[in-house]
């Protein structure tokens, strides 16, 4: 079965960066689209990224574009968000979640990693 | 970008009750919304995909509706496990977008 597992958060300071893993098995992960999706504390969900099967094409919100980077390595069955310039609103939990359509339906998701951003 | 709009925002219901949640799009998505239900500390869980699709291992008791720019989940009698909030999303453009959610209580 599906199974997406976040890792890579953290506290880190303003204008740090930080890189978070999402580790994909139970399916072909090479075959799919992915997201990142994120959730401040207390608040709704936020699409963050997409990254088509092969990574051919990369979408980004407008409030993370030029600062975050989606990436895929299908040899590890590996998701990646690089973050950097990091600022007191990217707090939040982010999640990856699985599209088998690459139409936008986040049909699995994983169990998410908190990311601070404090001094 | 598209806005998604949900109402109510809050709903207290009781087990058994039917419960209708709407979502409103700022223009016509045709049927390209989709529902989550996500449960405290949990991650979302997809449950309806095109307006009216019950993805796989969703209980029948849930149903969506709607097309053009207003859209209806419904449950049909509400069970313990279903007390959660719920969010609407457009799979129509980019950026995908979601509606602030409902949060389903128990009455």
């Known amino acids: 079965q599906v199974q997406l597992v976040e890792s890579g958060g953290g506290v880190v300071q303003p204008g740090g960066s930080l890189r978070l893993s999402c580790a994909a098995s139970g399916f072909t992960f090479s075959s799919y689209g992915m997201h990142w999706v994120r959730q401040a504390p207390g608040k709704g969900l936020e699409w963050v990224a997409f990254i088509r099967y092969d990574g051919s094409n990369k979408y980004y919100a407008d409030s993370v574009k030029g600062r975050f980077t989606i990436s895929r390595d299908n040899s590890k069955n590996t998701l990646y968000l690089q973050m950097n310039s990091l600022r007191a609103e990217d707090t939040a939990v982010y999640y990856c979640a699985k599209d088998p359509n690459s139409n936008y339906v986040m049909s699995s998701w994983g169990q998410g990693t908190l990311v601070t951003v404090s001094s | 970008d598209i806005q998604m709009t949900q109402s109510p925002s809050s709903l207290s219901a009781s087990v058994g009750d039917r419960v209708t949640i709407t979502c409103r799009a700022s223009?016509?998505?045709?049927?390209?919304l989709n529902w989550y239900q996500q449960k405290p500390g949990k991650a979302p869980k997809l449950l309806i995909y095109a307006a009216s699709s019950l993805q796989s291992g969703v209980p029948s008791r849930f149903s969506g509706s709607g097309s053009g720019t207003d859209f209806t989940l419904t449950i049909s009698s509400l069970q313990p496990e279903d007390f959660a909030t719920y969010y609407c999303?457009?799979?129509?453009?980019?950026?995908?977008?979601f509606g602030q959610g409902t949060r389903l209580e128990i009455k």
């Open positions: 999303q457009q799979s129509y453009s980019t950026p995908p977008t």
């Open positions: 223009q016509s998505i045709s049927s390209y």
